[in-house]
């Protein structure tokens, strides 16, 4: 199983080169460098990983993806990040935050818009592959877009380039593989599971509303 699933995530498409985002040189270097990233990486969380994480690790590596034109990207999302290899521990699974998903004419706005580290950026197709580049940022940080970001952007941790791979495994499931992140980690995998539309409050005609008891004295 754990070999399936790194051979289900190795055998992506080659890496993309941007054709209506100016990618950060060093952006694009770590999407050039994506096959030699992951494999690795996720051999040091399958190694060492505790159990429960690499079983949800597993689960979130599951699924081939659809084609970028087939995708249903916009709503509310429940999201998780991984963080894979680096100078932590081999696996780290944090608690779920939200994310939200918005169309934005050419491609996708996204934004993690809970929990200490937040995210905003743009999902965007180049070269036959959903890729999103955006800025990570602590929540007491003003976000920054991506093209304006200065060059020694991620230097004191508080706002950092983001660069990765974007995939729809299913109609409720995406996943983003952000290789060689700036910080900490040397794979990061966001997990996304789609929350459930609110259903809406049943009319209830007037006349069968009780009235509101006459209050009295004492």
């Not at 998780?80 to 932590?88: P, S, V």
């Not at 991506?146 to 299913?170: F, K, N, R, S």
Request: proline letters at 12%; glycine letters at 10%; a negative charge.
């Amino acid at each position: 199983m754990i070999r399936a699933a790194c051979l289900a995530v190795l055998c992506l498409p080659g890496p993309a080169t941007a054709q209506d985002v100016a990618l950060r040189p060093a952006d694009r270097a770590r999407l050039d460098a994506f096959e030699a990233t992951v494999g690795p990486a996720l051999l040091q969380a399958f190694a060492g990983g505790r159990l429960g994480d690499v079983d949800m690790l597993q689960e979130v590596l599951s699924g081939q993806p659809v084609a970028p034109l087939e995708t249903t990207l916009p709503g509310d999302w429940s999201c998780r990040m991984f963080k894979l290899g680096g100078n932590l521990n081999p696996l780290v699974v944090y608690a779920p935050f939200d994310c939200t998903i918005a169309p934005d004419g050419s491609g996708f706005t996204l934004d993690k818009v809970t929990g200490s580290q937040r995210l905003t950026g743009r999902i965007s197709l180049l070269d036959g592959r959903m890729v999103l580049t955006g800025t990570g940022y602590v929540a007491d940080t003003p976000p920054v877009p991506y093209a304006d970001l200065p060059p020694d952007a991620g230097g004191d941790g508080t706002i950092w380039p983001v660069v990765g791979a974007a995939e729809q495994v299913g109609p409720d499931r995406v996943r983003i593989l952000m290789p060689q992140p700036v910080l900490e980690s040397d794979l990061d995998i966001l997990d996304l599971r789609r929350r459930p539309a609110a259903e809406p409050a049943p009319d209830i005609p007037a006349d069968t509303v009780p009235d509101a008891p006459t209050p009295t004295d004492g």
